[in-house]
T-cell receptor
Framework: AQKVTQAQTEISVVEKEDVTLDCVYE???????LFWYKQPPSGELVFLIR??????QNEISGRYSWNFQKSTSSFNFTITASQVVDSAVYFC??????????????FGKGTKLTVNP | DGGITQSPKYLFRKEGQNVTLSCEQN?????MYWYRQDPGQGLRLIYY???????QKGDIAEGYSVSREKKESFPLTVTSAQKNPTAFYLC????????????FGPGTRLTVT
């Protein structure tokens, strides 16, 4: 079965520091999707990125960047020049096939990021 | 504005009572999902539905039931058979089929005493 490991339970940084959140996954599928979600204190999960298994190009979106390495089964997330508003729990997720040809998401346990002013 | 609504935000119930959590979406998505989140844990799938009048059990369906009579609505009932119902419940939807990004509602925090 699919598995997602986020080894960092909590990270605390000072504003403007760069921070990397690690995500390691296990799957036997050759085609799969990886996701990152942000959960601010309000509780709602906010979609950040989706990456398919055939696209190993790194992606940058503003202060956010993602490093996908199939060789190490990792999909790490870096926030550059962190801000207080980045404080949240971040979840990495992996797609898993389910009945009917659809797929579900398997989530890691999340990394709580606190950015201090 | 399109989105997913869950009500209420906070819900309190006595042990032994069934309780129904509401989830409505106006995104015209075919697939809907219910997840449970416990402190320090990731999300675990309870039930999902890919089309109206059809739904399947997820990883932790025991003690829960759902219905999907309308495309927009996917209510979750937490029954008295659920041994540890206190949790944060999140509803999500997606366009269906292959997993595209799932959009989540604001969640309902259920406390059973």
């Amino acid at each position: 079965a699919q598995k997602v490991t986020q080894a960092q339970t909590e990270i605390s940084v000072v504003e403007k520091e760069d921070v990397t959140l690690d995500c390691v996954y296990e799957t036997r599928d050759t085609t799969y999707y990886l996701f990152w979600y942000k959960q601010p204190p309000s509780g709602e999960l906010v979609f950040l990125i989706r990456r398919n298994s055939f696209d190993e190009q790194n992606e940058i979106s503003g202060r956010y960047s993602w490093n996908f390495q199939k060789s190490t089964s990792s999909f790490n997330f870096t926030i550059t020049a962190s801000q207080v508003v980045d404080s949240a729990v971040y979840f990495c997720a992996l797609s898993e096939p389910i009945q009917g040809g659809s797929e579900k998401l398997v989530f890691g346990k999340g990394t709580k990021l606190t950015v201090n002013p | 504005d399109g989105g997913i609504t869950q009500s209420p935000k906070y819900l309190f119930r006595k042990e032994g009572q069934n309780v129904t959590l509401s989830c409505e979406q106006n995104l015209n998505h075919d697939a809907m999902y219910w997840y449970r989140q416990d402190p320090g844990q990731g999300l675990r799938l309870i039930y999902y539905s890919q089309i109206v009048n059809d739904f399947q059990k997820g990883d932790i369906a025991e003690g829960y039931s759902v219905s999907r009579e309308k495309k927009e609505s996917f209510p979750l009932t937490v029954t008295s058979a659920q041994k540890n119902p206190t949790a944060f419940y999140l509803c999500a939807s997606s366009r269906g089929g292959r997993v595209l990004e799932q959009y989540f509602g604001p969640g309902t925090r259920l406390t059973v005493t």
